[in-house]
């Protein structure tokens, strides 16, 4: 071994802190090797800004936000959500909208949506709203949250909501992802009941 390849080696050394290879030496594009993390500081950083720009209806802190969106994208419902973080489907499905995470189901109204966008872009009031298309105001109140969050996504050309998907659609890393912010979610409940025992 020559000069440069044992210092080259001592290098290695000090900063693996193993004289041997046993990874592979290169991970294809959505590997778990060193994603996790890196994804959730990612999320952490979009819904930070996303807060800052748009304000938030929900009461969930930005972490979790950050599990919400990757259970989303492990087509888990609010119900399932919600149950997940004993709270209500209500709460989940605000937050969604906050996220811009609206999905097709979210969209199917018993009435044409884009008469009540048009209505919404042009800043009918509620009352009128439900009047004009015959719907109770509970009904207009809903689907509008909705449009308006499609509206707010399509304003950011949906930057948000394919920043999300950009990191989120790898099937293995979304549902290992899931998998840490369920027990992330376990944890803190049991952190929030356990008693100090000492052995």
């Known amino acids: 071994m020559d000069d440069k390849t044992a210092e080259l ?12 290879v046993t990874e592979s030496q290169s991970e294809s594009p959505g590997s778990l090797t060193d994603t996790d993390t890196d994804v959730t500081d990612r999320l952490l950083e979009l819904i930070g800004r996303m807060r800052e720009r748009y304000g938030f209806e929900t ?20 119900r399932e959500i919600a149950a997940e973080l004993e709270a209500n489907p209500e709460a989940v499905f605000a937050a969604r909208l906050d996220l811009h995470l609206v999905d097709e189901a979210d969209r199917e109204a018993p009435f044409d949506l884009d008469d009540l966008r048009r209505l919404v872009v042009d800043d009918v009031s509620l009352a009128e709203r ?9 009904t207009a109140r809903h689907y509008s949250r ?24 790898d099937s293995d890393l979304t549902g290992q992802l899931a998998r840490d912010a369920r027990e992330d979610g376990l944890q803190e409940a049991t952190e929030d009941i356990e008693t100090d025992v000492s052995f």
Request: hydrophobic share 35%; net charge negative; with cysteine.
């Open 9 to 20: 080696r001592d290098i290695f050394i000090d900063a693996t802190g193993s004289d041997s």
């Open 59 to 78: 009461e969930f802190d930005d972490e979790t936000l950050s599990r919400i969106v990757q259970w989303y994208y492990t087509d888990c419902t609010d």
């Open 130 to 138: 439900a009047e004009r298309l015959d719907l109770t105001e509970e």
């Open 146 to 169: 909705i449009v308006k969050a499609d509206l707010r996504s399509t304003r950011a050309n949906d930057r948000f909501r394919d920043e999300f998907a950009e990191l989120l659609t």
